[in-house]
């Protein structure tokens, strides 16, 4: 036990060596934790975006990524954001992003976008709002991230409204205000541990959970909720946040060339994550998943009821001023087209 | 005033565990017969064990309960002993206390972001942490014999705060002075939180972390959603529950009338009766301590050699950590599941079923070999005492059905299933066999219970933080890379990961060792395709091994307390019970499917390779 912590005390030696040999170029260090899974499309692109950052900065900018959690939970990464043990993340809207400001809540509300130009042209009316409110947070948005669509997976086929509300639905056990919402509007949540969903469903603590495809897959889950609805639940948003105190740090110059390659980070990740979804749902189909398909009627009832359930979210969930801009700005949007 | 304050401490603790058996126990009612959920019951369950651990840490810092390294048991009483008590209160003192000022800034932190939990204020939920870590820091302080050699101790709380006014005194500069004076005092007999959570700071703050880092990932780790670490605290209250009163005896009777027959029946029976409880416990030494008294007078005076029955005993005291609902396979599905490998707790269970009977045979062999050799003579086959004492014993058999029941039933969800254990434990205890005499008596069994896991749970989030540090400098990659160089057989490297688990099973307790050397080994096992159920499984046969193996086995100086016997003289008794054992672990290293069959055959999980 000495003995590696000797070795480790060498490792670390080196490792502050190393950093204040390098002191002669003015340079920072960031980390750069998330819960985006190891070896996943983020982690590449991630990992080929701070690459970047430390050509085009020449090494002044540098930063390890951390994936697969293994520096902690969206919520505990933005504990140690704040103090700025960690300089960045990537976080999703329902985890992180929501923690650190819930006018992120606006782009997380259940059946609120019908398709990805809807959602595109929401969050893009909505960022100048969320950049001031994370900025006034400590926080500094590089850019977005997305990975495609939550949808229902079920024990059995649900085709209109009647049958999702009755379905014993999992929902996160330490989203109380989701879990209520779910409830006073008739619906079947049973909270659960985030982990516990592909489980459950098999011992029939619930038969029905909101997942992206690529993550069903991931874990099997068709191979007790062999149904999907092809209905979109809403997106799996993220975002790429620095603290403010570490961006700060950095000159102007190199704040442009961290913006551009994390701009490429988003066009990259836009593109092949939903490809990777729909590659998901092909492969599931092929092990025995029935992808559901709504009727009509029932879908405009889907979205005409369900959007007025939302607009209890209003200052509950949302703050009023997010929720009103990101409804006016999708109407505006429905109209236009 | 002293005497009223450990009162009101017990006190909080009791309601601390009681809100946390209790707020589930609700829900489930509520759930089943209303079809009521209650919103945030899971939030704040997780942050009752946070408090119910931390609140359990500085009760055991109060009564010298903290767990420590084997080693401080061999210092040689007077001078050398009271230095030891000074330099590990000192260095005690000093870690809780960075630990402290963490606290208070992970709450300042809290409270300036406005973060809530179910209603509450998360600011009000952490103060646990810094009002433990205070307290811990001057019980540990106080341990020293004389005021001199206090006031000297004391003096790491000052240390500490000066140095977390002052980071740049290890930032920046060599860390190893640090790691050795910290490793130092683990082995002269600082507890073990003290060394794990010290060299998790040291190398935090040394790569420019604050220290609210580690109290962060602590909090984390003690909160966490995904954890179901309230399951620990509340199936160790169910097996403290049971092992007071009458329970053991009415068990070892039922086991006699099922064995007595075969040769070697009450060795079977004793070791059968040490598995059942040891894995409610955990194998904390509970099992020796507590059934030793019943089980040695019960085997003496069947015949069986005492140099023979004390080793069995020892070697008994962790058979049951491969059974299903053990702690210690909880928490590798839980710390591994955090590092990035889900695991399911079930197929833990599962697969450590055949593994955990075949070391529970091979004690049991043993004892059979014992009693045709001394020719010792077998108990008859009563069918009318075998039903008498089933019957006995009939509200202890049903505890698992009770458990199983509910979640077969779909009544309760996996996470739920400890505290309906805990309750069916409190309910048979006091009030069917009013074993528990008083509500004063389940109080007293819920601070033993409390203590206990507060020990564990307090080694667990400091451990995290030694986890994060290791992630930092890439010690998985290194290690990796360190080992692919040297190791390109499979074998090689299982018969290396038994050697390396059995030195650590010597040092190191079973949570601790699972806490910080499983997730190290996770890459390395998945480099080698050695699937993390199996792993876990090696993992705890090899801890369970260590707890026999001289000279530093938890269970060989336990075992010397309980029966007032030399050392020496119990690791002669427990040796071949360690080589049989050592036979059963290779066993399952080599043989998976010893540990996947059911698994595989039930299609319950394949297996990642």
């Given at each position: ?65 951390f994936a697969g959690g293994k520096l902690g939970t969206e919520a505990s990464i933005v504990r140690a954001m704040r103090v700025n043990n960690y300089q960045a993340s990537l976080f999703m809207v329902t985890g992180g992003l929501a923690q650190i400001d819930d006018g992120f809540n606006a782009l ?230 | ?609």
């Amino acid at each position: 036990m000495i003995a590696l912590m000797k070795r480790l005390g060498v490792i670390s030696a080196v490792v502050l060596a190393l950093g204040v040999a390098a002191g002669a170029v003015p340079q920072v260090m960031w980390q750069l934790p998330t819960a985006a899974p190891k070896d996943s499309i983020w982690e590449k692109a991630l990992t080929d975006m701070t690459a970047a950052w430390a050509r085009d900065t020449g090494g002044r900018v540098r930063a390890t990524v951390f994936a697969g959690g293994k520096l902690g939970t969206e919520a505990s990464i933005v504990r140690a954001m704040r103090v700025n043990n960690y300089q960045a993340s990537l976080f999703m809207v329902t985890g992180g992003l929501a923690q650190i400001d819930d006018g992120f809540n606006a782009l997380a509300i259940p059946f609120f976008f019908k398709d990805d130009a809807e959602m595109v042209a929401v969050r893009d009316a909505l960022t100048p709002d969320l950049e001031k409110r994370l900025n006034a947070k400590g926080f500094h948005l590089l850019s977005w991230t997305t990975g495609g669509w939550v949808r229902l997976f079920s024990v059995n086929p649900l085709r209109t409204l009647a049958d999702i509300k009755k379905a014993k639905l999992w929902t996160s056990d330490t989203d109380v205000k989701m879990t209520t919402w779910y409830k006073t509007n008739g619906f079947n949540p049973v909270p659960l541990d985030a982990n516990a969903a592909a489980s459950q469903l098999k011992i029939g603590m619930i038969d029905a959970t909101p997942s992206p495809a690529y993550l069903a897959l991931l874990l099997g889950m068709q191979n007790n909720a062999k149904y999907m609805l092809d209905v979109n639940l809403g997106p799996f948003l993220g975002a790429l946040v620095v603290t403010t105190k570490a961006w700060n740090a950095v000159s102007p110059e190199d704040q442009a060339k961290l913006t551009a390659a994390a701009k490429v980070f988003e066009t990259k990740t836009s593109v092949e994550m939903p490809a990777n979804d729909a590659k998901a749902v092909t492969e599931m189909k092929a092990r025995g998943l029935t992808v559901v398909q709504m009727a009509q009627k029932d879908l405009d009832e889907l979205y005409a009821t369900v959007g007025k359930l939302t607009a209890s979210m209003r200052n509950d969930m949302v703050p009023a001023e997010m929720f009103d801009k990101a409804v006016a700005a999708r109407d505006a949007y429905r109209k236009k087209k | 005033m002293k005497a009223l304050a450990v009162r009101a401490e017990n006190l909080l603790a009791a309601l601390a565990i009681s809100g946390l058996m209790l707020l589930p126990l609700a829900e489930i009612f509520l759930r089943n017969v209303f079809h009521i959920i209650i919103p945030g019951a899971a939030p704040i369950a997780q942050n009752l064990t946070l408090w119910v651990g931390l609140l359990g840490a500085a009760i055991a810092a109060r009564e010298g309960k903290l767990l420590t390294l084997a080693t401080g048991e061999f210092l040689p009483k007077g001078i050398v002993e009271n230095v030891a008590l000074i330099v590990t209160g000192f260095v005690g003192a000093a870690v809780s206390t960075l630990f402290m000022v963490g606290g208070i800034d992970f709450t300042r932190t809290a409270y300036d972001a406005g973060e809530m939990i179910a209603g509450i204020p998360m600011w009000v939920a952490v103060l646990a942490i810094p009002f433990a870590f205070g307290l811990i820091a001057i019980r540990l302080a106080w341990r020293a014999h004389s005021w001199i050699g206090r006031g000297l101790a004391a003096l790491g709380i000052a240390g500490g705060w000066w140095l977390s006014q002052h980071l740049d005194v290890i930032a920046g500069h060599a860390l190893w002075p640090w790691f050795t004076a910290l490793g130092v005092s683990a082995l002269l007999g600082a507890p073990i939180f003290a060394l794990l959570g010290g060299v998790a700071l040291v190398g935090l703050l040394g790569f420019g972390m604050l220290p609210d880092l580690a109290v962060g990932a602590a909090y984390e780790q003690l909160t966490s959603s995904s954890a179901g670490l309230a399951t620990i605290p509340l199936f160790t209250l169910a097996g403290f529950l049971m092992a007071e009163g009458k329970s053991p005896e009415r068990l070892l009777r039922m086991l006699r009338a099922w064995f007595g027959w075969i040769p070697g029946g009450t060795a079977i029976a004793a070791a059968a009766l040490c598995a059942f409880f040891t894995l409610f416990t955990g194998g904390s030494g509970v099992t020796i301590l507590a059934l030793g008294g019943l089980l040695l007078p019960a085997m003496l005076k069947e015949g069986y050699r005492e140099r023979f029955s004390i080793g069995l005993l020892t070697a008994s005291g962790s058979l049951g950590l491969l059974f299903p609902l053990s702690v210690p396979l909880i928490l590798f599905a839980i710390v591994v599941s955090a590092a990035g490998t889900p695991v399911e707790m079930g197929h833990m269970f599962i697969g450590g079923v055949l593994p955990g009977v075949l070391m529970l045979g091979l004690v049991g062999l043993l004892g059979s070999r014992e009693a045709i050799r001394q020719r010792l003579e077998r108990l008859p086959f009563r069918v009318s005492e075998m039903l008498a004492a089933t019957w006995e014993a009939k509200w202890e058999l049903l505890l698992p059905v009770v458990v199983l029941g509910a979640l077969i039933g779909n009544w309760a969800k996996t996470a739920e299933l400890a505290p309906v254990a805990a309750l069916y434990a409190l309910v048979v205890q006091r009030f069917i066999h009013r074993d528990l005499k008083s509500n004063g008596d389940v109080v007293r069994v819920m601070d033993d219970c409390v203590s206990l896991v507060g020990g564990v749970l307090l080694i667990l989030c400091v451990a995290i933080g030694l986890t994060r540090y290791f992630v930092l400098i890439e010690v998985p990659e290194q290690l990796i890379a360190w080992t692919s160089a040297h190791v390109s057989d499979r074998w090689v490297f299982l018969l290396c990961l038994n050697v390396f688990l059995l030195l650590v099973g010597t040092v190191m307790d079973i949570f601790s060792a699972i806490v910080v050397v499983a997730p190290l080994l996770l890459p390395l096992a998945a480099h080698f395709k050695i699937d993390p159920v199996h792993l876990g499984v090696i993992f705890v046969a090899n801890l369970e091994l260590g707890y026999l193996h001289p000279p530093l086995g938890l269970n060989l100086l336990l075992a010397s307390v309980r029966f007032k016997k030399p050392v020496l003289e119990v690791m002669w008794a427990t040796l071949p019970f360690l080589g049989i054992l050592a036979g059963g672990v290779l066993l399952i290293t080599y043989w998976d499917s010893l540990t996947l069959g059911i698994l595989r055959l039930t299609g319950m999980y394949a297996g990642l390779y």
